[in-house]
Nanobody
Framework: QVQLVESGGGLVQAGGSLRLSCAASGFSLDHYAITWFRQAPGKEREGVASIDISGKNVHYIDAVMGRFTVTRDNAKNTQYLQMNNLKLDDTDVYYC????????????????????WGQGIQVTVTS
């Protein structure tokens, strides 16, 4: 079965850290760029960070610059979003998505530009 599966979400206090993982099964991430999105209830899904196939080119939105780091481990067919110094505004459902081309995250790329999507994982930041 071809799919992306996110893990690592949960509940964390403001200022804390979480690392989200995005694991691929049924296909190789070697040939795909990855973009992380997040979505709050009633709001549009927005791109947060993206990374190209080589792992050398990355994009972040201003709101997470310096706090979030996107990396990939092609040997494990997994990609990661390290989130540090989390803020209340980071509370959202986070999704990873795979595409053949690297998309910048501002403006947020359209969802139809991606071949595969994860199911989403909740991140809740508390005060």
């Amino acid at each position: 079965q071809v799919q992306l599966v996110e893990s690592g979400g949960g509940l964390v206090q403001a200022g804390g850290s979480l690392r989200l993982s995005c694991a691929a099964s049924g296909f190789s991430l070697d040939h795909y760029a990855i973009t992380w999105f997040r979505q709050a209830p009633g709001k549009e899904r927005e791109g947060v960070a993206s990374i190209d196939i080589s792992g050398k080119n990355v994009h972040y939105i201003d709101a997470v610059m310096g706090r979030f780091t996107v990396t990939r481990d092609n040997a494990k067919n997994t990609q990661y979003l390290q989130m540090n110094n989390l803020k209340l505004d980071d509370t959202d459902v986070y999704y990873c998505a795979a595409s053949r081309y690297l998309w910048a995250v501002r403006p947020s790329p359209t969802e139809k530009s991606f071949d595969y999507w994860g199911q989403g994982i909740q991140v809740t930041v508390t005060s």
